[in-house]
């Protein structure tokens, strides 16, 4: 089989390529129904297939995407702002074709910082870029019957469309499932809010921090003294574009089951408290909430309540816990021989059984746990983050260093996985180090193949070669403010 | 009810945490999973906390039945000589293959992709590794604190006169295993179109860092190392959690407009000192706004947090109750969600567990069988679906190849 195959470089292509029976067939699932049953009755099925599909989905290819990724053949029209823009962000790694659309002027997501060069500024805003890399972008007033009228035209090719507007708003401008799905009746729509389309709260307002609130991880969070933290770098909305991408994938295959699209409700709320499954879990068995203990774990029911998991290092913080049993006893005794080297291990240390303890490590005596984190606070201030944690791999003891993101650009492990994209911003005249996708695939290329679209920048290829639209009618719906 | 992934069979070998997630996301929305586990190794979170009424058990841990929902459970000694015939057949009748083991454990099993490809050619085989499968730091075990502090959220949280605090649970892990769902329902359409398999090499620490990337981009364009900063916003204020009335109660806010600051002080009885010059503008609130923080918690204090979530958001201003373990089992909101579910368990009994945030309108997720104890499942998924017959399951069980 073509490994090229099949391609979408435009039905103008001179000589069709050369299909084998099984390809065809697997090609033809691709195909509505309708026009499935219209090709089976030609002569050269394969050919008219490929035509077929191409009058459906003929747009111009990304520049330097690979042909065959995961998803290549699929479109998506992306109308979130930070709510969901990962979700798009992750069909995009996988190939799909995202197109983001924005209303005339930029989406309102621009605004969030930092920015590039500290210039706060709609096409440098970093936020952005992190998050709609792998996307083109055209701008459309969805609201106006024009814009309305184009983005339907667009909806027919789509496989998916994102949003994460109110509850009730794509409804109100006639762009409901209900009316999406008329036009296509094979479109899977994924509406991200913060609270979800349904529920007393589903009006309310999010925000990171009160995502955070609400999902029970800030409750245990920082210092027991002062108020619960949230995470230094907005996390919500990127729970919520992953779990709605999981959604979305989740709806397309069944799509290949049924032939029908359906509609995905997520909500940010829930996607974050995904992230900690641990925790509601403690109330409903032992009627226990976890409190926040700073650098330490609360244990409840344990004779040593507080255990150290941060530690000062000479220049941070490293992270170690102390446990025992078959898990925890190489490493203490790896880290117990280290530590004798300069003296500092005491005696329980040297001549602790750790396995003769659980993981938790909770039978040791609270005199000798004191004087093992006495030695471990002592050692640990006379190294280094980056000497503790060579030694550790060495050594093989769960120790990590609390990375700053200047360490994670040096990590000499990220570095060998090839970790760093290297993404070229031409206006900037300059090329931007982006983390690339976390999956590495055998077969297929995962990779950031474009940076995020400035404000309008496919409007031609779009509406203009895709749709047709001519240079004049352009000019109109530009002066009538729809794109 | 239709399920959305009823047709997909998943050979689950995965443990912990951001393995067992990856599976159950695709068991609970109807794929077939029959996870692995052997007595001679317990999986490390069978004996992680909670467990149920504080009494440890190989089958009372709800951290363990979390993450196991909607699965079969069996046991299989993978070092037993038997195994691997065993292997063969699960492998055969899987779609996909999930591990998470340190690297090199499936190899010294004799369950390298290229082993398993071998038995099935089409196969779809993921390793969510701490660090990934290559690597110098590839082969350092790692739990949940380990690698939120590796991956940059340890460091950049908290406060900055005080020393960082542990990430609690298991939080790269989270974002692994739902990357890695995803990326196995776009392998298995990658399949159906051309007839191949895959193997996918998923890091956690990386999956938990894409999530960082803003600030790594601002590091690379603006050489600024992201600090902690408490719960200050960088371009916005008031912004933070709130003391409220009761113990140890709180409720987050966030102001981001002039009209919402209004409608807040209006809330709060428009008092005085809000018409003040220094918060009558978004600078003079930013430049004052620790003053700011300390007029408003005057107010806070007097009503619950739940009154202050409520009137906030009626008038229009972002707040949330910052809620505990407990709270979640009230929340009205989650509650008309559908948010729990509750299931009864072979040991434990009754236990409540988390859906996901994703509601399907045709094929929502269902959650319909309790994790397993350790190998309930063994009798029905060597019969019924792996097709051993009576005789061969009872000589198998007896040479301890099930252990």
């Known amino acids: 089989m073509d490994r090229r195959y ?18 065809w067939l697997v090609l033809s699932d691709y195909l509505s129904p309708h026009i499935h049953n219209r090709v089976t009755k030609q002569t050269n099925p394969g050919y008219n297939t490929y035509v077929a599909k191409h009058e459906r989905e003929l747009f111009i290819y990304p520049v330097n995407q690979m042909e065959e990724s995961l998803l290549s053949p699929y479109r998506a029209l992306d109308l979130t702002d ?17 197109v983001k659309v924005e209303p005339p002027g930029g989406d309102p997501s621009r605004k969030i910082g930092p920015f590039y060069h500290d210039i706060p500024h709609p096409e440098k805003s970093l936020h952005w870029f992190a998050y709609n890399a792998n996307k083109r972008g055209i701008t459309l007033d969805i609201e106006s019957a024009d814009g309305r009228e184009l983005f339907k035209r667009l909806v027919k090719s789509a496989d998916f469309i994102i949003e994460s507007f109110s509850p009730g708003y ?70 919520a574009g992953l779990e709605a991408a999981v959604g979305t994938l989740t709806a397309f295959h069944y799509r290949r089951l049924s032939g029908e699209g359906q509609w995905i409700d997520v909500s940010a709320q829930q996607a974050l408290i995904v992230a900690n499954l641990q925790n509601q879990q403690y109330w409903d068995l032992t009627r226990f909430s976890p409190v926040r203990a700073g650098p330490c774990v609360h244990r409840s029911g344990v004779k040593w309540a507080y255990q150290r998991r941060v530690w000062q ?16 006893a190489p490493g203490n005794e790896a880290l117990t021989e280290w530590m004798d080297i300069d003296g500092l291990a005491p005696e329980c240390m040297k ?37 503790l944690y060579q030694e550790a791999i060495r050594r093989r003891i769960p120790l990590y260093p609390c990375s700053t993101v200047e360490n994670l650009r040096n990590d000499p492990h990220l570095e060998e996985r090839s970790y760093w994209a290297q993404v070229e911003h031409p206006e900037l005249g300059e090329t931007l180090i982006y983390p690339r996708p976390c999956m590495l695939l055998s077969e297929t290329p995962c990779n950031i193949w474009r940076r995020a679209p400035l404000i309008g920048e496919h409007n031609q290829e779009i509406y203009g070669e895709e749709l047709g639209l001519s240079t004049a009618e352009m000019v109109l719906l530009k002066q009538g403010g729809v794109i | 009810m239709t399920r959305a992934l009823e047709d997909v069979k998943v050979a689950d070998f995965t443990w912990v945490v951001a393995g067992p997630l990856c599976v159950r996301i695709l068991a609970d929305f109807g794929a077939q999973v029959i996870h692995v586990e052997t007595g001679t190794r317990l999986d490390p979170i069978r004996y992680t906390p909670p467990y149920k009424d504080n009494i440890p058990g190989t089958n009372r841990s709800g951290y363990f039945h979390n993450y196991n929902s909607n699965k079969y459970g069996i046991t299989l000694n993978l070092k037993h000589p038997k195994a691997a015939e065993i292997a063969r057949r699960l492998i055969q009748w899987a779609d996909i293959v999930a591990e998470n083991f340190n690297p090199g454990v499936m190899q010294r099993v004799g369950l390298s992709y290229e082993e398993v490809r071998e038995i099935k050619p089409d196969i779809i085989m993921i390793s969510l590794g701490s660090k990934g499968q290559t690597g110098p730091q590839a082969h350092l075990p790692a739990f949940g604190a380990h690698l939120a502090a590796l991956s940059g959220f340890t460091a950049t949280t908290g406060w900055a006169d005080r020393d960082p605090p542990v990430i609690f649970g298991a939080y790269t892990d989270s974002i692994a295993g739902r ?18 398999g895959q193997y996918i090499d998923l890091s956690q620490s990386e999956a938990g860092i894409e999530f960082l990337a803003p600030p790594l981009l601002d590091y690379d364009a603006n050489r600024r190392i992201l600090e902690r900063h408490g719960n200050r916003h960088p371009s916005t204020a008031p912004h933070g959690a709130y003391r409220c009335r009761g113990e140890d109660r709180w ?35 930013k430049q004052n706004e620790e003053e700011l923080d300390h007029l408003i918690e005057q107010w806070t204090m007097n009503h619950s947090a739940e009154e202050v979530m409520t009137l906030l958001q009626e008038a229009g201003v972002s707040a949330g109750v910052v809620e505990t373990a407990e709270d979640l089992h009230s929340d009205p909101q ?33 959650l319909h069988k309790a994790a397993h104890t350790l190998g309930e499942d063994n009798y029905y998924a060597y019969t019924q679906i792996l097709g051993l017959s009576d005789e061969e399951f009872v000589d198998l069980l007896e040479q301890g190849v099930f252990d």
């Open chain 1, 6 to 23: 099949p391609t979408r470089l435009g039905a103008t292509q001179s000589s069709p390529p050369t299909v084998s029976p099984l390809c």
């Open chain 1, 82 to 98: 930070e709510k969901g823009s990962l979700c798009g962000r992750i069909l995009g790694d996988f190939g799909v074709d995202v």
């Open chain 1, 170 to 239: 794509m409804d109100k401008i006639g762009l409901g499932y209900a009316a999406l799905s008329e036009v296509n009746p094979q479109i899977i729509l994924t509406s991200i809010t913060p609270f979800g389309q349904t529920g007393p709260w589903r009006d309310y307002r999010g925000s990171d921090i009160a995502l955070w609130a609400l999902s029970s991880y800030m409750y245990v969070e920082g210092d027991a003294d002062r108020a619960p933290v949230q995470f230094g770098s907005p996390q919500s909305y990127l729970h």
């Open chain 1, 313 to 328: 290092c000479q220049d941070g913080f490293v992270c170690f816990i102390l446990m025992a049993g078959a898990t925890g």
């Open chain 1, 351 to 387: 001549h602790m059984d750790w396995t003769a303890y659980d993981i938790r490590a909770d039978e040791i005596t609270v005199e000798d746990y004191e004087e093992i984190v006495k030695a471990l606070t002592t050692f640990f201030s006379r190294h280094t983050k980056a000497e």
């Open chain 2, 179 to 196: 990357f890695g769902a995803a990326t196995l329902l776009a392998a298995l359409d990658y399949r159906r179109r051309t007839g191949k």
């Open chain 2, 251 to 285: 409720c987050a806010v966030a102001v981001f407009t002039d009209e919402e600051w209004k409608s807040m002080c209006k809330v709060m009885g428009n008092p005085s000192w809000a018409e003040e010059d220094r918060f009558a503008t978004f600078l003079g609130r």
């Open chain 2, 334 to 366: 989650l509650k008309h969600r559908h948010h729990f579910w509750v299931l009864e368990h072979q040991e434990i009994g009754h236990s409540t567990y988390d859906s996901t945030g994703s509601h399907l309108s045709k094929t929502p997720a269902e």
